[in-house]
């Protein structure tokens, strides 16, 4: 079990809350859409998560809600995106590990997510989702519970998700291997977007792959906590 999911409350929101942060730094946020939750220590079924209605630079510790699986507020003042919750509620309802769930809509990604051949291992930072990364088919703003079911069959037990058209899921451990994790992917999205054609990459053999994958992996639930206070640091300066 690592660090942040024996942390308290207070520790998880001053967290979240720089994840936001962090993310409107990287431009990765969409106005007021799109989300990142965690789960609440020692609270069954509790969720943290943005007030829709603000920019992820207006996040802070105090102002994010507690909610249900239902996006129902527990506590806090609303109001919660209910029907942008229901991604990561059907995430943290089948994947206890993921601790903490992004769903981000940024340019790199959602244009990668438009390409039929998904990710390509072409960079050490695409190859550490070589074998853990999915796709799921667009089918339109709302999120039925047919799609739900869908949708968590394809993430499967893997760290990432394409939504095709649409954007991506990340999960993680922690805040900071969730972070970690999404930041990778924005850009091994943006090497493979700036590769240009697809025809005559160069693309290392399975095996190199398989074992790059392996290295890259080998913190384990560890992987993000050593360059968070790095990205902390960013917000120190602002």
């Given at each position: 079990m690592s660090h942040y999911q024996s942390?308290?409350?207070?520790?998880?929101r001053i967290h979240l809350a720089a994840a936001?942060?962090?993310?409107?730094?990287?431009?990765?946020?969409?106005?007021?859409?799109?989300?990142?939750s965690a789960c609440v220590?020692?609270?069954?079924?509790?969720?943290?998560?943005?007030?829709?209605?603000l920019r992820f630079d207006e996040v802070s510790p105090e102002n994010l809600v507690k909610v249900n699986l239902q996006g129902e507020i527990i506590s806090g003042v609303g109001p919660v995106n209910k029907s942008g919750f229901a991604i990561h509620g059907a995430v943290h309802a089948a994947r206890p590990d993921a601790v903490c769930?992004?769903?981000?809509?940024?340019?790199?990604?959602i244009a990668v997510s438009a390409q039929k051949?998904?990710?390509?291992?072409?960079?050490?930072?695409a190859l550490r989702f070589?074998?853990?990364?999915?796709?799921?088919?667009?089918?339109?703003?709302?999120?039925s519970a047919t799609e739900q079911e869908g949708l968590i069959k394809a993430l499967g037990n893997k760290k990432a998700l394409l939504l095709e058209n649409h954007g991506s899921i990340v999960c993680g451990t922690s805040i900071q291997q969730a972070f970690y994790l999404m930041d990778v992917l924005?850009?091994?999205?943006?090497?493979q977007l700036l590769a240009g054609e697809i025809d005559g990459l160069i693309i290392p053999d399975s095996t190199i792959c398989q074992l790059a994958n392996q290295q890259l992996c080998s913190d384990g639930d560890n992987e993000g906590q050593i360059e968070w206070p790095a990205y902390l640091g960013l917000l120190n300066n602002k």
């Open positions: 942390g308290t409350e207070e520790e998880i936001y942060q962090l993310a409107a730094m990287k431009r990765w946020d969409d106005g007021i859409y799109t989300h990142i220590p020692n609270e069954s079924g509790a969720y943290l998560i943005n007030q829709f209605g769930v992004l769903h981000l809509h940024t340019d790199s990604i051949v998904g990710l390509l291992p072409i960079s050490q930072h070589y074998g853990d990364i999915a796709k799921h088919r667009y089918q339109g703003l709302a999120l924005d850009k091994a999205c943006k090497i």
